[in-house]
């Protein structure tokens, strides 16, 4: 984790986008590997460099058969699925706009999206990233007020990345230093 981070003491979900739209999130869910009922194993954790952000949160999941392959496709298709959703955020209603990013290749497959939304002219913006690695995906998500870091976002997608590459080599990553 970069320096300046430490573990959230959130164990609760409010952070997490949501939306009334089911196609929405279905796929916002899939975004967040740890919330998919299609994996077999997952596990998350959060860290924030303050209570008012930004945050970093990354998970991994374990897939059985083609199910890290379609979770992945879905990803892809999201953007034309729903490019605008509206989800609560600190109990205020927030409009989002969705998008692809252009981000390096990572893993077997990866892909990324741009969430942006603004709240009392404050622009709040969350990149998700999904890397598969054989039949794991791991999920890095990175939110700031503005645009989210992008040389961060690139750190944690290739730090995640890396171990997700140790793992299916049959070893167990080490925590890695603060930068």
Do not use: W
């Not at 997490?16 to 999130?25: E, F, G, H, S, Y």
């Not at 990233?129 to 700031?144: C, K, M, P, Y």
Request: with cysteine; proline share 4%; aromatic share 6%.
């Amino acid at each position: 984790m970069p320096t300046g981070y430490a573990q959230s003491n959130s164990s609760s979900d409010s952070s997490d986008l949501k939306t009334d739209d089911v196609i929405c999130q279905q796929l916002l869910d899939t975004l967040r590997a740890r919330h998919s009922t299609f994996a077999s194993k997952s596990g998350d954790a959060e860290f924030e460099k303050s209570t008012a952000g930004p945050f970093v949160a990354s998970s991994v999941a374990v897939y059985t058969g083609r199910r890290a392959k379609d979770a992945m496709a879905n990803v892809r298709d999201f953007a034309q699925k729903c490019s605008q959703f509206t989800s609560k955020v600190d109990g205020t209603d927030v409009s989002f706009t969705a998008g692809l990013l252009s981000i390096p290749a990572y893993g077997d497959e990866s892909a990324a999206m741009r969430f942006t939304g603004a709240v009392d002219s404050v622009t709040v913006g969350v990149n998700f990233l999904l890397i598969r690695v054989g039949s794991a995906i791991t999920a890095v998500e990175i939110a700031d007020l503005g645009t989210p870091d992008a040389d961060l976002t690139q750190q944690m997608a290739a730090r995640a990345a890396d171990k997700l590459h140790q793992v299916e080599a049959g070893q167990t990553p080490a925590p890695s230093p603060p930068s």
